[in-house]
């Protein structure tokens, strides 16, 4: 039976960095690999919808962004409590990684609704509940990395933008839930768990798909980043070392 401490002990920052190492490759390999599976079944299997015509061929990178913005962020938060609450430097670590890429799925996430908004409600933009939240979204993203990178000193940089991060966690059921409170032009939920999906299946099946290729590129791209933050601050530790004589091996 495995030990459970096993899995704690991919908490040290030099067993995350040799972990990580041998997953990124794969990590990216999927990421690749699934998006030109999802956007194949989106782009040329899918039929076309009966009232949006082909401009709702958008949902497939809109949506699958969509969600990766909110949940990214909420891990994002997670992470970052957890390395305030439990002096965890590499929760911290990887909460400062995650940010970039929760601020990039959200950008996509706006950009895209841009261009499925101008044909379909004959506007790039309206101040719409959906929107608006989503676009605060963003400026959290934003501003916890300007918070971040602003304090020189990273126990209290971490600190400061835990609490920022958990503050704005608020925001993320609000956008959730922004299309049921609120009379928004913005279209309900794509897919409910307590309800059959509204799509045909081949549609669901790419929206999917381009779900796990978003998922796999976050991964691959946070682990990179938090390798990258790992080495800038253990840059003093007897490993570190060992990995500029070539004394240490890659695998965990």
Do not use: C
Not at 57 to 76: C, D, Q
């Amino acid at each position: 039976m495995t030990n459970p401490m096993r899995f704690f002990t991919y908490a040290a920052p030099s067993r995350f960095y040799s972990l990580s190492g041998v997953l990124i490759p794969w990590l990216w390999v999927l990421a690749v690999g699934l998006a030109i599976a999802g956007l194949y079944v989106g782009f040329f299997v899918a039929p076309s919808d009966a009232t949006q015509g082909e401009a709702y061929r958008i949902i497939f990178i809109h949506v699958p962004a969509a969600w990766m913005s909110m949940v990214l962020y909420l891990v994002m938060a997670g992470w970052a409590v957890v390395g305030w609450a439990f002096k965890a430097r590499l929760a911290s670590m990887v909460a400062r990684a995650i940010a970039p890429t929760g601020a990039m799925f959200t950008f996509l996430a706006l950009w895209t609704g841009a261009f499925w908004g101008k044909p379909t409600w004959g506007a790039w933009w309206v101040w719409d509940a959906r929107l608006t939240s989503e676009l605060i979204l963003l400026f959290l993203y934003l501003g916890y990395i300007a918070l971040v990178e602003a304090i020189d000193d990273h126990k209290r940089a971490d600190s400061a933008g835990a609490l920022l991060a958990l503050v704005g966690a608020l925001n993320v059921p609000i956008i959730y839930f922004s299309v049921k409170w609120w009379n928004t032009l913005h279209q309900g939920a794509t897919i409910s768990m307590s309800a059959a999906p509204k799509m045909a299946s081949t549609m669901l099946t790419s929206m999917l798909i381009m779900t796990l290729a978003f998922w796999a590129y976050a991964f691959a791209v946070v682990f990179m980043r938090t390798r990258a933050i790992v080495l800038e601050r253990e840059t003093h530790a007897d490993w570190v070392a060992e990995l500029r004589r070539g004394e240490r091996g890659a695998g965990p």
